[in-house]
């Protein structure tokens, strides 16, 4: 069993077997993924998303293509296909995902810009991919990006191709001599297109240390 605690105090206690890790937060919510060959395949939880007071379990099934990168994720809620998520790369980077809601139609499509500098240690808010998976550390979701995230850009349109929401997320990053990040600062710019009514817009500003330990 390991230990992980972010910078906000919060901890969770993992379990490995040969098939699968099993983590459960502070809360006492257990989260697994399945594995085969190293990579996840399957992940979820039991009565973790709630809303109008019921509790739903809800699984994420994943796809590789023939280079080990992942390409599409199955959302699914109480066994019923929510969301599919598929996932396109360029230059050993993801630079698009575009999310189909299976219900009301809703599409949302996500765009990545990097720099040019190889990512050394990804932290899982500037990894593309934790927007898409049920994030574990360990690499376990296939390839990862090869440069720095840099940027997001996601729209989401409703069933007749409105606009319903965007949101642009920047990341900023401190190094130390190693090229390891010190630190990772993350900003969200929402807005949000109502029916009726005025365009509304929120903010979002976050900064990050991280701490490197050598046994």
């Known amino acids: 069993m390991s230990k992980a605690t972010t910078t906000d105090g919060q901890t969770s206690n993992y379990v490995y077997t040969a098939n699968k890790i099993t983590a459960t937060d502070g809360d006492g919510n257990v989260s697994e993924i399945v594995l085969e060959n190293g990579r996840a395949i399957s992940s979820g939880s039991d009565g973790v998303i709630s809303g109008g007071g019921v509790s739903y379990s809800y699984t994420r099934k994943y796809s590789y293509n023939a280079d080990g990168y992942l390409i599409q994720v199955k959302n699914y809620l109480n066994g019923e296909l929510n969301t599919t998520d598929n ?42 991919l934790s927007y898409h998976v049920d994030y574990f550390p360990g690499g376990y979701f296939g390839k990862q990006s090869k440069n720095v995230l840099l940027k997001g850009t996601a729209k989401t349109v409703d069933g007749n191709g409105d606009p319903f929401t965007d949101a642009v997320y920047t990341f900023g990053y401190q190094y130390d001599g190693k090229g390891n990040a010190t630190s990772v600062s993350f900003s969200v710019l929402s807005t949000f297109y109502p029916g009726s009514g005025l365009v509304q817009t929120d903010t979002y500003n976050v900064k990050y240390s991280l701490n490197y330990t050598c046994k």
């Open 87 to 128: 996932l396109t790369y360029a230059n050993g980077n993801l630079v698009k995902a575009v999310s189909v809601d299976a219900h009301l139609g809703y599409t949302e499509t996500t765009t990545y810009v990097y720099s040019t500098e190889n990512a050394v240690n990804t932290y899982e808010i500037a990894d593309p």
